[in-house]
């Protein structure tokens, strides 16, 4: 049976598809838009914090924010899926003689029942009457990223909907001293990249992001104050015993009261002050800190200070908890909304790949050292010479059991570095009992000396070292929360451009463990990390051409004018008043009466009561259309004034003179002119610029491209061809197919016979950011919003003529040409193949003396060569269609 988050998953892509429509919100769409694929280059939020970032919306939009228990049963309408859904055993339903409502409440307060059907996670859902949601995103995938987006997105949607249902302050909840470091990224997320620039500028204006200061008993925040974000953890915020003398508990209570309810918890400063924001979320980062392993204790901490939020603020809109770790005891917390695992994230490229690299060894106290000395050897001939792209060296994490362990195992790495011919000084060493703090924080920098960590426990929990390769676990770990798995895990992050597998060594001891901890936290086994492989992978392109002439096209450019002189005289007269409904009031007193069950009697007569009408200042309005309609403000002012003498306007009047002004200065024409337009093929702006060592600048880009077509990523200096200083005007080309690559192979072969009559080629349809070019045209899809499209090649001679190219699948090649002939009959309902090449027709209809625009259906791998015709004679001979 599915599971909720794989059915909300799926009703998320249906709803992505018509548009993140469902609601009355219409801003939400340009925000997800604008998020999914923001204007040129930088930062963009990855695919599962897209998925989670929708899901979240959907829950909060269309399913109007229910807590948990409400929602699994709006999606499990039958009695038997609910169960089932929840993972009720038969048994402990047929126990409570199958009666639900027992069968909750059972849950709720027996923890002998609870136990013994495995329900803990259960329970945790049912308790809560508030939304509270879990966001499972495997480590890597940008959690804290994630909480940053939707603080955005709901502050973006509250600016623009004031009145709105949105969050106006956060509380982001981190345990532990190294993740509230961690959570300080959320200061340095780039949300321009996230917010539509309309929406970025007063959300960046608005944001107060706040974190709670060791020794500071206070918020630096004003109470009942909008758009606070408020980073601290489960100590600095909590609800906390407060002291009172036994003396004073009888004035307090009386006599009967007994003396732990005079102890009763109160909240302390921070969390009353936390209290008084209006409309709060809270998100809880590492949310497996309180469910997950430690359900049974830390849970408590958090869950009573959100309880008295949930109480005492003026409104709790939800709860929001990531984690990479959504099971407790190979349960499934119910909670969860997004999952997105660890072999998805490798799958994704998200994580370094470590299938078939996860390495056991079945060794003895007595002969440790030599499994140490066989990891140091071992990681020294994989990766001794590995480096990420920016030059960092590969580095190796060893953990220990205990600070003994270290001291009796280092000497023994020390002889095995010397025998490699390595410096000990490659050795840092972290713990309690020889804290190098510096050294540590500087291990993952790219001019770090070290190379090796020791380290008892220190390096797990959001330590990012990105040039990471290996993780080694000395010996057994003897712990009962899932440090294996960190600690296994931390060389799994991933950064662009590395090819290279992660490496994990550990005993078969640590193996079983890390393969339960796997289970029970991700729901994974090392056999499913094992045949995970990436699905997607990055690269760096580099500009080879910087100078590239701009391609001139024709467009038509619509101007309004106004038909009559702009002197006309405005005049205004007041509206005729309508009647409004007027104010009534009726008395009634309880009676019983003969003619009707009504216990309600009317005494007296019903009174009609004249309201005063809403009015604004005369200057204000004046203002306000002067503004508006681009007039003179005195000049429309004077207009009023004898209109509206008493100096008010009423404010149902506004529209009918909104109405006159435009029926006046309203006369306008629209006039089309051709105009000559200069598109870059490539804009160097939207490209990251260095110096190379020569003093050369360098202008380069990262793309992604999927790894089943890494054989069609090409490199100028693998290309076989006589024409080298045609196309290649960026290296490596990321061609779609292979009939584009056997495209500009068969170009560049018909150029060596007439390469004094070609300018260039050029491979277009990769580079289609507005930021790095302007070789695009726009179409209305579908949808009926605007989209952007950019064709796969671009020919020009040197006599001003150029041929644009692009290469489909034949499969579209009947129903492309159907809409050509359905556009020709004026009808407007094109696939979206079609609207492409109707606008890209436009362009060839409005300059057919020097351009041409041809669309090349292929069958095979490589395209035909009646179907090359018309391009190669356009290459040899420039010969007109």
Known sequence: MAHL??????????????????????????????????????????????????????????????????????????KSDLLKAFGVPPPAFELVDYDESELWRRI??????????????????L????ASYILALAMGAGKTALIGAIIATEFGMAIEYPEGPFVQNALVFAPGLTIIESLRELAEVPYHRILPQRLYKPFAASLKLTFTREGDPDIPIIERSYFNVVVTNTEK??????????????????????????????????????????????????????????????????????DYLHHNSPNLVCVVNTTGTPYFQRQLLRDVVVWYGLSEGIRDGILKDVSDNIIAYDFSDENVDQYIGRVIEDFFREYGSTTLPDGSLSKLAIYFPQTDDVERLRPFIEAKLLDLGLSVTLIVEHHTKKESKVDFDHFKQRDSPHRIALLVD??????????????CLARKLKTSNNFVLQAASRCLR?????????????????????????????????????????????????????????FYIRQIVKTVVGRKSAERELKLVKPQAERAEALTERRFTVAEQNATFSVLQQIGETLEIAGVPETRDLYAVATDLA????????????????????????????????????????????????????????????????????????????????????????????????????????????????????????????????????????????????????????????????HRYTPDFVVRRKDGRSLIVEIKDARFEATTKEDEERAKRGESLLTVEGRKAMALKKWEELSPDRLKYEIIYAKDETISHDRLKASSDFVIGGRKR
């Not at 009967?256 to 980062?285: G, W």
């Not at 220190?458 to 290996?470: I, M, Q, Y």
């Open 627 to 786: 503004v508006e309609y681009r007039l003179d403000i005195w000049a429309i002012y004077d207009v009023l004034k004898p209109v509206y003498s008493e100096g008010e306007i009423p404010i149902k009047d506004l529209r009918a003179l909104k109405n006159q002004i435009e029926d006046q200065l309203g006369d306008y024409e629209v006039r089309e002119e051709a105009v000559e337009k200069g598109l870059a093929l490539v804009k160097l702006d939207g490209f990251d610029k260095d110096i190379d060592p020569d003093g050369t600048e360098v202008y380069t880009a990262e793309i992604m491209y999927p790894i089943d077509r890494e054989e069609l990523l090409t490199h100028l200096e693998d290309w076989k061809t006589n024409a080298r200083e045609f196309g290649f005007h960026y290296t490596p080309y990321n061609f779609d197919s292979k009939p584009e690559r056997h495209f500009l192979e068969q170009v560049l072969r018909h150029i060596t016979s007439s390469p004094d009559e070609i300018e260039d080629v050029y491979f277009t349809g990769a580079i289609t950011d507005p930021k790095k070019t302007d070789f695009y045209v726009e179409y209305k899809g579908e949808d009926g919003g605007w």
């Open 108 to 125: 709720k307060v027996d923890d002998g029942f609870t136990r013994q059907y495995r329900l803990e996670a259960l329970r945790e859902t």
């Open 127 to 130: 308790t809560l009457d508030y």
């Open 458 to 471: 220190r390096g797990v929990e959001g330590w990012n070292v990105p040039a990471l390769f290996a993780c």
């Open 5 to 78: 988050h794989e059915i909300l998953a799926a009703e998320v892509s249906t709803w992505g598809r018509k548009n993140y429509t469902g609601h009355d919100f219409l801003v939400l769409t340009e925000i997800l838009d604008w998020a999914k694929k923001p204007d040129g280059s930088g930062f963009v939020l990855r695919p599962p914090q897209i998925k989670a970032l929708e899901t979240y919306w959907y829950l909060r939009l269309v399913r109007k924010t229910p807590n948990v228990f409400e929602l699994y049963k709006r999606v499990f309408h039958n």
């Open 494 to 550: 991933q950064v662009p451009g590395n090819t290279r597998k992660a490496r994990i060594y550990l005993s078969m001891d640590n193996r079983s463990i890390l393969d339960r901890q796997l289970q029970e936290t991700y729901g994974e086994t090392l056999d499913d990390l094992n045949r995970s492989t990436r699905s997607g992978k990055s690269c760096i392109i580099r500009l080879r051409k910087l100078h590239i002439p701009e």
């Open 237 to 306: 915020i909590r609800i906390q015993k407060e002291t009172i003398r036994k003396s004073d508990i009888g004035n307090l209570f009386g006599p009967a009261e007994k003396e732990d309810e005079a102890r009763a918890t109160v909240a302390n400063r921070r969390l009353r002050k936390l209290a008084s924001l209006p409309h709060l979320a809270v998100f809880s980062d590492e949310a497996h800190h309180t469910y997950g392993q430690a359900l049974d204790t830390e849970l408590k901490k958090v869950r009573k200070t959100v």
